[in-house]
């Protein structure tokens, strides 16, 4: 992958399975229509060649060499049509696969009920199943690439900070969380427990801003300092309002402290997928705010703040359409109608390693893509440098030179938000333990 940035759909499968198969459906009659003609060609050749003594501007031998062409075109496009179809049967058993394992946790009677759809494929050809199964191999191989191996983590010697004491410890983690299924967040996971106490205080009120116009203005509003969420509140004409919660990620990596953005609250939301401070203190924020059940909500969320998030996306009162997650330490599951928009490293120990690449089915609606890169860039970095939110950001600044037209969905939903805008108010909040 090195330093090229890469825009999927976002797991295993990066097409639609539907849309493949039509376009096998659509080589087939084409191979029809191509054998059809050759069958015309060929047919005028004899003619011709039964004419005799008449001066031909065609030699029937050349339209016998078209007709062969023609002939050999159908067969190639009729070849085409049944690989085209065997594949997009593969690609829906390994969607298939993954939904069932997602709802399976908390809704296996909708697993079972994917069940038939599955073994007619498996019945269908004896071949599909073997292939899935490559498909998601070589997914896993690549999702987490670069993690651990650049060049100054196997130069530097135990017992420095980066490499010797933390990256045994964070690896520790993943192995840990992916072994426990912690790399995404199954559809229906609502978090246990009551959260800890936090207080939550307005810290900064910004009016007569704007609304972002892209992604690259999107993650610059992702708060860094003191604050751990700031809520964009919009309000429209005729007196709607409309949220977008930015959410930062750990601040510090001691827990026990009055931080509640710190690695207490990283284990309660990622291996025991409990309330924590930080989740508690999002809720709080978003009430502050004015937020109401029913309201608009999105959420632009970096590391811990995506753990923190994912509740509210997948099982709040809001009503959350679009999700850009940054570095998530597990992959939420999204419904077909939310938009998720995730930026991610597989270099990176939090957001590639954590994560684990995410669902190999991908999640969220057909416009959600993944914008992928490898984050440590230069001798003097390393997979820790991966996870930096400013390495993100050069990521999406990438991504947005392509031009590519999976932005397109997403950059409509910006638009939309400037259309009869009348006011924006950016509010920080700033959580602290009691």
């Known amino acids: 992958m090195g330093d090229e940035v890469s825009i999927t759909s976002g797991g295993a499968i990066e097409v639609d399975s539907a849309a493949f198969r039509e376009v ?62 065997l594949m997009a049967d593969v690609f829906e058993l390994a969607e298939l696969r993954a939904r069932q394992q997602a709802l399976a946790v908390n809704h296996p009677d909708q697993a079972l009920a994917l ?15 073997g292939m899935a199964d490559e498909v998601v191999r070589e997914w896993a191989d ?14 530097l010697q135990p017992g420095l900070w980066s490499t010797g004491i933390l990256l045994p410890i964070v690896a520790g983690v993943v192995a840990s969380g992916l072994m426990k299924g912690k790399g995404t967040t199954p559809f229906g996971t609502t978090l246990k427990g009551t959260a800890p106490p936090v207080t939550v205080a307005e810290s900064a009120r910004v009016s007569g801003t704007t609304a972002p116009r892209d992604l690259g203005q999107v993650l610059a509003r992702i708060p860094q300092g003191d604050a751990q969420v700031r809520i964009e509140k919009r309000t429209y004409t005729g007196g709607r309002v409309e949220y977008t919660a930015y959410v930062a990620g750990t601040k510090t990596v001691v827990p026990g ?30 009430e502050e705010a ?13 590391s811990q703040g995506g753990l923190a998030a994912n509740d509210l996306a997948m099982n709040g009162p809001y009503e959350t359409k679009v999700v850009v997650a940054v570095a998530d330490p597990s992959q939420m599951s999204l419904r077909d109608d939310q938009m998720l928009l995730e930026v991610t490293h597989p270099d990176d120990l939090v957001g590639g390693g954590l994560s684990g690449g995410g669902s190999f089915g991908g999640t969220g609606s057909p416009d959600s893509f993944t914008i992928t890169r490898q984050g440590s860039q230069g001798l003097l ?12 950001k050069e990521t999406v600044d990438e991504a947005m030179k392509t031009k590519d037209v999976r932005f397109d969905p997403y950059n409509e939903n ?15 909040y700033t959580a602290v333990r009691p």
């Open 24 to 85: 096998g459906q659509r080589l087939a009659l084409l191979a029809g229509e191509m054998g059809g003609s050759a069958d015309v060609v060929r047919d005028a050749a004899h003619m011709l060649s039964a004419t005799r003594g008449a001066s031909l501007p065609v030699h029937p031998s050349d339209l016998h060499a078209h007709a062969a062409r023609l002939q050999q075109l159908a067969d190639r496009a009729a070849e085409t049509a049944v690989s085209t179809q």
């Open 257 to 286: 402290t009055k931080q509640p953005w710190d690695m207490g609250s990283n284990w309660d939301l990622y291996i025991d997928r409990e309330k924590s401070a930080s989740s508690a203190a999002l809720s709080a924020a978003l």
């Open 115 to 129: 069940q038939e759809r599955i073994d007619v494929l498996l019945s269908s050809d004896s071949r599909i199943a």
């Open 381 to 392: 970095s390393n997979s820790l440098d991966a996870h930096f939110l400013d390495n993100y």
């Open 142 to 155: 690549a999702r987490l690439e670069g993690l651990g191996e650049h060049p100054l983590e196997k130069l």
């Open 290 to 302: 004015g937020a109401e059940p029913g309201d608009r909500v999105d959420f632009v969320t970096y």
């Open 414 to 428: 910006l638009a939309a938000q400037h259309r009869e805008l009348e006011s924006v108010e950016l509010i920080d």
